[in-house]
Structures are given as structure tokens and as C-alpha cells.
């Protein structure tokens, strides 16, 4: 699978968006884009997935650019309870294996 | 999504002792996975459960250390062997493949901390 990059940690604002970037240049066609978060001590929680084309559910959007070299997850009113460690991880459709880095510690301040 | 529990929640444990760890699902589910999350890390996986037959293990991890069942579709267990302080770790299991869910996506239990002295 491709490796992803992302920040190591980041401050936002409560109710205010949160932005957080992934990159991901080595992706491949068939690769998917997915976004979990742990909030601490607790199991993984998926936000949100995509292949190509922009997503949008109940917790995120997700924006992936033109060449899918990179993508940007979008919290649009963050509030404290969405502290936690962002995870961006890419994943051929019908394979299983997760690979989990670091991650991104996002921390919402009032 | 399934409704995914774990059981016990969280333990301490004497070295040199098991623990099996249990991952109930309230749905059948195609694939059920067991993660290991040391302190201060991110998640590993430790092998695949295949249901009617053996678990599938990861780079790194072995049978005779994490023997795993899967006697049906809902329900997996982890056993962790003749435990030592370094065990000391959150175990998590996970599912894919849900009838309701979204297709290709995993979810997680809540985890299992485990303490060995």
C-alpha cells in the first residue's frame, strides 16, 4: 500500500472548521483514501472514505485533489469531543490489511 | 454499523500467565481481524480470523504466542500466551464485511487493555 504523511499534530478552534492534510503521493489507481480517528484509549472510528471523487458524510468531508497525490479532511464545526489522532490511510479496494502510521493529534481548544 | 464488543475490557495479568480476550458481533460479518496497539503507538495487525479454519498471522506474530479461534460468523477469540511486561499492550479487534455497513470498511472494538506485571 501507499505511504501517507501527515502532521504531526495540529491546534483548532472549537466551532471553527479543522483542515487536516494527508499526502500521499505514491497512490496508486485502485487505492482508496480512508480517514479513522482514535479518540484516546478507545478503537479506531471511520470518518470517511474515497477514491477519487469529493465525500461528505455526517462527521467530515473529504477532498481529494485532481492527481490524488494528496487530500485534505475537513471537520466543519469542530467541537472538544473531536480531540483526538486523525489517521489517513490508503487501501486497494479489496484488500483488508490497514496500515496504521502516526497519525495526526488533533486538539481542539476552546 | 455492528455493534462490537470485547471482553474483558481490561485486565492485569501476572507474567507467565494466558489471557483470552473475546470479540462479540451483534451481525455476521465476512472478516474479523485482531490489532495489537503497544503504549505510545499506532496499531498493528496480528493476524486475519478465519472462520473453520487457522488464523492467518502478520509478519512478526505466531501461532503458539496468539492462538485465535473463529468458531462462527459473530464471534473471535485472542489468546494472549505465557505473558511477559513487554504483552503490555490494548488488543482490538475488528470486522469488516457487514451486511448493513458500508462495504470495504473495517470497524473497530472498543479494545482490551492489558497490564502484565
Known amino acids: 500500500d501507499a505511504k501517507t504523511t501527515q502532521p504531526p499534530s495540529m491546534d483548532c478552534a472549537e466551532g471553527r472548521a479543522a483542515n487536516l492534510p494527508c499526502n500521499h503521493s505514491?497512490?496508486?489507481?485502485?487505492?482508496?483514501v480512508y480517514w479513522y480517528r482514535q479518540i484516546h484509549s478507545q478503537g479506531p472510528q471511520y470518518i470517511i472514505h474515497?477514491?477519487?471523487n469529493n465525500e461528505t458524510n455526517e462527521m467530515a468531508s473529504l477532498i481529494i485533489t485532481e492527481d490524488r497525490k494528496s487530500s485534505t479532511l475537513i471537520l466543519p464545526h469542530a467541537t472538544l469531543r473531536d480531540t483526538a489522532v486523525y489517521y489517513c490511510i490508503v487501501r486497494v479496494g479489496n484488500d483488508y490489511k490497514l496500515s496504521f502510521g502516526a497519525g495526526t493529534t488533533v486538539t481542539v481548544r476552546a | 454499523s455492528a455493534v462490537i464488543s470485547q471482553k474483558p475490557s481490561r485486565d492485569i495479568c501476572q507474567r507467565g500467565t494466558s489471557l483470552t480476550i473475546q470479540c462479540q458481533v451483534d451481525s455476521q460479518v465476512t472478516m474479523m481481524f485482531w490489532y495489537r496497539q503497544q503504549p505510545g503507538q499506532s496499531l498493528t495487525l496480528i493476524a486475519t480470523a478465519n472462520q473453520g479454519s487457522e488464523a492467518t498471522y502478520e509478519s512478526g506474530f505466531v501461532i503458539d504466542k496468539f492462538p485465535i479461534s473463529r468458531p462462527n460468523l459473530t464471534f473471535s477469540t485472542l489468546t494472549v500466551s505465557n505473558m511477559s511486561p513487554e504483552d503490555s499492550s490494548i488488543y482490538l479487534c475488528s470486522v469488516e464485511g457487514i451486511g448493513t455497513g458500508i462495504q470495504e470498511t473495517q470497524y473497530f472494538g472498543p479494545g482490551t487493555r492489558l497490564l502484565v506485571l
Open positions: 474515497g477514491l477519487k
Open positions: 505514491t497512490i496508486s489507481g485502485n487505492e482508496y
